[in-house]
């Protein structure tokens, strides 16, 4: 199990971003949230298995229909307790 922080820049405010990536990341089985943050970008955390959490990864290099992705930061994190779910804060 792995946990993974994204930070998207670009248009990823008003664009239903955190909706599309909640629903992305439970299609792919992560748990985590999304939220954004006071500068315009996004910030993404998610917890689960390598290989979904570099599909996700894809997904965010686009965002969805009306988003612009002018930047993606990643960082990995020490995993101490997994959530059960996928929030939009």
Request: hydrophobic content about 40%.
């Amino acid at each position: 199990m792995q946990a993974t922080r994204f930070v998207v820049r670009g248009k990823v405010q008003g664009v239903f971003f955190r909706a599309s990536a909640r629903e992305r990341a439970l299609g792919l089985g992560l748990t985590g949230f999304a939220k954004n943050l006071s500068d315009g970008s996004v910030e993404v955390v998610v917890y689960g298995e390598r290989g979904a959490i570099e599909s996700m990864e894809e997904w965010l290099r686009d965002g969805p229909e009306h988003a612009r992705v002018d930047e993606l930061y990643r960082e990995e994190l020490s995993v101490h307790e997994l959530p059960e779910a996928f929030d939009i804060r």
